[in-house]
């Protein structure tokens, strides 16, 4: 079992950077494949990143790519989604997700464990 906080949410202006953090709970925390999606009002939840099983290799979806980047502290037990540029259709709430297998890291259906959500909105 693992339990997942997300933390870093804000309104930001077109532009900005946000960073976004998801604390887990648990001794395994190492093992875990982890990733984000979003969730835009009226919008189903979508890909943003993740990490491959290896855990050195990282996927991004085509519209974050070159302006978000994922990492994470395994020592710290937290993953992060750093933001920059952001843009009003970026706008949405994100999510921490974990998983125990290895693939299809880019299909929300496949991970186990999500996070509550954080809000970010960008203005135009």
């Known amino acids: 079992q693992v339990q997942l906080v997300e933390s870093g949410g804000g309104l930001v202006q077109a532009g900005a950077s946000l960073r976004l953090s998801c604390a887990a709970s648990?001794?395994?925390?190492?093992?875990?494949?982890m990733g984000w999606f979003r969730q835009a009002p009226g919008k189903e939840r979508e890909f943003v990143a993740a990490?491959?099983?290896?855990?050195?290799?990282?996927f991004y979806a085509g519209r974050v790519k070159g302006r978000f980047t994922i990492s994470r502290d395994n020592a710290k037990n937290t993953v992060y989604l750093q933001m920059t540029s952001l843009k009003p259709e970026d706008t949405a709430v994100y999510y921490c997700a974990a998983k125990t297998a290895g693939d299809s890291v880019q299909i929300d259906t496949k991970y186990d464990y999500w996070g509550q959500g954080t809000q970010v909105t960008v203005s135009s």
């Open positions: 990490f491959g099983w290896s855990g050195s290799s990282k």
């Open positions: 648990g001794r395994t925390f190492s093992s875990y494949v």
